[in-house]
């Protein structure tokens, strides 16, 4: 365990107790180093983007383009907007352990190059704000935020930034629109932000758990970290179990764990029932089947199952969970999500999420499986942002996986008249 | 305009509301359009043209919740506070929604008040607090 640790410590997220345990030495390490060499500490780490893309985190700094190219400031911004179903780690983290985040993020302030750095809450976090609040008060009397960090000639403010309520302002473009005092709808990149971000400058977006694992990589060597992993992604991943488990919470395992640990580690099924189905990574994340507990969890194995180990946010469903009615959930939440910029995913959800309602509600058509495979396959790949692909490809995997669940409801009538009239000879 | 969520976050918070007043108040501030201010203020769930109560009740209709019998609690919730979802009380104490994932799956089905995780929703829980909201 990397980032959680000493959760257990009930002092953790005062300094004095984060310093006590190690805390702020990353960043003091960092400091007496070059900023290229860190990055090649943060390479060598093999540390992937932590809130679902896995993007080679060492990879996105080195899109940032150099200050004699680019001139002008440059920004840092830990993404805390976390409002994927099924993830909660991060509100957790933040409100146990905010200087850790904290730390993170002036690490990577200091190896792009930023003075100014943010932190991007959700507004409903109003316990884990006040935390990060008192975190900056803390860090700035102790001179690890502000000018001349740690005496080390490095300066850094840090500002929280407070989301508005919508699911779109996570995503990276769209959180940037949100901070610039707009409604977050996703720029259409490239340009990447870490060409063009905030207000037009180069821009590093990172989850917090992600930027989190920046100081122990600097603390103790990106060859450390890497060994954690699996040979393509290094370190732990944090996961939040919810669902049809005994303990809901939040676990962090080294990178390829197989399902099975983690989902027992949650106190496994709930009630000794049969599993049915887990999502990995967050409602917006295909299921996997009951028969791939022994599956590594890691980006790549998960995506060769053909779902995202996305954010970790892993729902448990048993057998008493019905696909369709689940299905709908999703679709009515990404509907309800759906910023409205890009026609095929504002109308595609809706009319969607209204063949589900219409289903479960004992009017299903034959045609309907048919038909919500082809609207999302109009979806799918012809909107700006992932939100649209999500509604396609989620309503893909369910229907390919539990058709008989769907086939049932479809047919309903048609089929309880004809047994009806073969009955009657 | 940076900071405007910031500001129309204070005004939410002063007014329980932001009105075309606000609005075009905030418009001078951050130097921009009314219209502008309009279209944000009107894309975010977390700031209303109407004005809400007191405290905001918020229940849980994401998936893990739903589960965890989310709909059982928001039917109780509604009979207990005395108000409809998505609706404010006649006396301005309190409104009650249900809302999108709060991110807390693990004490599902999870229950706000004014942006303060609350915990699970039991009977127990929305007794307590419709006996001490004020």
């Known amino acids: 365990m990397i980032i959680t640790r000493h959760f257990d410590e009930p002092k953790l997220h005062e300094l004095e107790t984060y310093r006590k345990l190690g805390g702020y030495e990353g960043l003091s390490k960092a400091l007496a180093m070059k900023p290229a060499e860190i990055t090649e500490e943060v390479r060598k780490s093999n540390l992937r983007g932590l809130g679902g893309a896995g993007f080679p985190a060492a990879a996105k700094w080195g899109t940032v383009p150099p200050a004699d190219k680019v001139p002008g400031p440059r920004y840092v911004v830990g993404n805390c907007d976390e409002s994927e179903p099924g993830c909660f780690r991060d509100r957790v983290h933040v409100e146990r352990a905010p200087h850790q985040v904290l730390e993170g993020l002036l690490i990577a302030a200091y190896a792009i190059g930023a003075k100014d750095a943010f932190i991007f809450i959700r507004g409903e976090y109003g316990r884990p704000h006040r935390a990060l609040q008192t975190a900056v008060k803390e860090a700035r009397a102790a001179r690890l935020i502000g000018d001349d960090i740690l005496g080390r000639g490095f300066s850094c403010d840090v500002m929280l930034m407070r989301g508005g309520g919508t699911y779109i302002s996570g995503l990276d473009t769209a959180l940037l629109e949100s901070m610039e005092g707009k409604k977050s709808w996703p720029r259409q990149p490239p340009p990447f932000p870490t060409n063009y971000g905030l207000m037009g400058f180069p821009t590093l977006v990172h989850n917090v758990a992600t930027l989190a694992m920046l100081p122990h990589i600097a603390a103790r060597g990106g060859e450390w970290f890497a060994k954690i992993g699996t040979p393509k992604s290094g370190g732990t991943m944090i996961y939040s179990v919810s669902g049809h488990v005994e303990k809901p919470g939040v676990y962090e395992f080294p990178m390829g764990t197989p399902l099975r640990a983690i989902i027992e580690a949650a106190g496994g099924v709930a009630g000794g029932r049969g599993l049915k189905a887990v999502i990995p990574g967050g409602t917006s994340t295909p299921p996997l089947s009951a028969d791939d507990l022994d599956l590594p969890m890691d980006f790549d194995s998960v995506r060769g199952k053909g779902s995202f180990l996305g954010a970790g946010g892993i729902i448990v469903l048993d057998e008493t969970a019905d696909m369709v009615e689940v299905v709908r959930l999703i679709i009515e939440f990404l509907s309800h999500e759906s910023c409205g910029q890009c026609t095929p995913c504002r109308e595609g959800s809706v009319w969607t999420e209204r063949i589900l309602e219409r289903m479960l509600e004992g009017a299903g058509r034959p045609g309907d499986p048919a038909n919500l495979e082809r609207v999302a396959g109009n979806v799918t790949g012809r909107t700006i942002c992932a939100l649209g692909d999500t509604v396609g490809i989620v309503l893909k995997a369910y229907l390919k996986k539990f058709p008989e669940e769907f086939a049932a409801l479809a047919g309903r009538n048609e089929s309880v008249m004809r047994q009806e009239a073969t009955a009657n000879g | ?134």
């Open chain 2, 1 to 134: 305009m940076m900071g405007l969520l910031e500001a129309m976050r204070q005004v939410q918070e002063w007014h329980r509301c932001v009105t075309l007043e606000d609005e075009a108040f905030l418009a001078g501030l951050f130097k921009t359009t009314a219209a502008h201010v309009h279209e944000v203020a009107t894309f975010y769930p977390a700031f209303t043209a109407k004005p809400v109560g007191r405290h905001r009740v918020g229940l849980c209709r994401g998936l893990s919740c739903q589960l965890k019998g989310a709909p059982r609690m928001a039917a109780y919730a509604e009979k207990k506070l005395g108000v409809r979802d998505g609706q404010t009380s006649a006396d301005g104490r309190l409104s009650f929604e249900t809302m999108e994932c709060l991110g807390a799956c693990d004490c599902a089905p999870a229950l706000t008040v004014d942006d303060e995780l609350q915990g699970a929703a039991t009977e127990a829980l929305l007794d307590k607090l419709a006996a001490e909201l004020k």
